[in-house]
């Protein structure tokens, strides 16, 4: 090990610790651990250059996918698709878990996960007052939010930050992603609700409600309301058909979500200025600074260390490969967060001639991983903070751990598995 890896390990271990303390200030202090290690000489400003050609795909498509997730939100789409389901569950708790479910597996697949955690928190929060649910109650259908953020955030490119950097480096288009992670996302999906519902059987089987609330009230700008499905719609067409072109998502993204909130904005209806002011924007900042600092590290011999252990995982015959770095992946993106975990570890099968497997093992694994520890992806943190702030409900870092250790390991492990089986 030498001098230089040390203090560039040293930087990314102070930067993570600080994010971890002060979530509200991830892009400031990933900054300030990037500017440390341009400083010391462990990266350059021509990385800076090198970096931002890696991540800015991904950076505007995912500040822009967030904020039309936003604008839907405040139309009372988001709202409305809950209040419905929760109508059609019929007062009966095991219905409602799986509806509630399936419904952040949606938001997650075309709004990416931290969409997910920013948005149907609260709402499953709301809905869960209103329906007469006791907070001790609550837990195992909030618990389910955020799990589920994360594990059905497989399917697309737009997914997740993790999948648009991870595609964009490798040049994956669009419907060659979907075609190869559409199996392994739906066994993530229902492995989720599954070990969930064994973990919280008890709890959930007592839930009885009775929710009058109409839908229809929830939506508060009706014109932005009816447009939220042609526009998912409009962007899924896009996407693919960019894809076969060589079209980057965000050339796609952006100009569709420019024009719906231009129409947000005159119908007057929707504060979007606000929207603008409380879109993640910590996050786009974080992600860069937190890339500097990797690539450095990366550079003094991280990259070279996890390439040799992958090569070794490589040799063996059968799911062995997919299994076992699928989970040395997870682990590596719950200890360090998925964000810099994704960028070491394409710094390291970019040097095997054909990595395969290895490209989807490794977004499999920095997506569900995560689920481990807190601090395993932004999504979790915002969603932590957001509980707490919104509804006065703290899960604490053991209790968190505990459960998505148990439900991750074994969803992780089917996941890959059915990666193995589509070839």
Do not use: C
Request: charged share 10%; hydrophobic share 55%; aromatic share 14%.
């Amino acid at each position: 090990m030498n001098f230089m890896f040390l203090i560039s390990f040293i930087i990314f271990l102070i930067t993570l610790i600080f994010v971890i303390v002060k979530p509200k200030s991830i892009g400031y202090i990933a900054t300030a651990g990037a500017v440390a290690s341009i400083a010391l000489g462990i990266t350059t400003l021509h990385d800076i250059y090198i970096v931002w050609g890696i991540v800015w795909n991904a950076t505007f498509t995912f500040i822009v996918v967030i904020i039309v997730s936003l604008i839907f939100d405040e139309a009372g789409f988001f709202e409305y698709a809950a209040i419905k389901l929760a109508r059609i569950a019929g007062g009966n708790g095991t219905r409602l878990f799986v509806f509630i479910m399936l419904l952040g597996s949606g938001i997650s697949a075309v709004f990416a996960n931290d969409g997910t955690a920013l948005v149907l928190t609260p709402i499953v929060y709301s809905l869960l007052v209103k329906a007469g649910v006791s907070k001790k109650s609550m837990v195992p259908y909030i618990m389910a939010t955020g799990f589920i953020a994360d594990s059905a955030s497989l399917p697309l490119v737009v997914s997740n930050l993790v999948n648009i950097v991870t595609a964009s480096y490798f040049s994956i288009p669009f419907l060659i992603y979907a075609i190869k992670m559409i199996l392994p996302d739906a066994v993530a999906i229902m492995s989720s609700v599954a070990f969930l519902f064994i973990y919280y059987r008890n709890e959930i089987k007592q839930v009885k409600y009775n929710l009058q609330e109409d839908p229809e009230k929830a939506i508060r700008d009706p014109l932005v309301f009816k447009l939220a499905i042609p526009t998912i719609a409009i962007l899924i067409v896009a996407y693919s058909v960019g894809g076969i072109y060589g079209v980057p998502v965000a050339f796609i993204a952006v100009p569709v979500v420019s024009v719906i909130f231009i129409i947000a904005s005159k119908n007057k209806i929707i504060n979007t200025f606000k929207i603008l002011r409380i879109a993640p924007w910590q996050i786009v900042i974080f992600s860069l600074g937190m890339y500097i600092i990797v690539f450095g590290l990366g550079r003094e011999g991280l990259t070279e260390m996890l390439y040799s252990m992958i090569y070794f995982i490589s040799r063996f015959s059968g799911p062995i490969p997919q299994l076992a770095s699928g989970y040395i992946f997870a682990f590596i993106a719950a200890s360090m967060n998925n964000m810099p975990s994704v960028m070491i570890i394409n710094l390291a099968i970019t040097r095997f001639s054909d990595p395969g497997f290895l490209i989807y093992a490794n977004v499999i694994g920095n997506d569900i991983g995560p689920k481990f520890t807190p601090i395993g992806s932004l999504a979790t943190l915002l969603w932590l903070y957001t509980l707490e702030r919104k509804s006065g409900i703290r899960i604490s870092v053991p209790y968190y751990m505990k459960v998505g250790f148990i439900i991750a390991v074994p969803v992780l492990f089917f996941t890959l598995l059915t990666l193995w089986a589509v070839g």
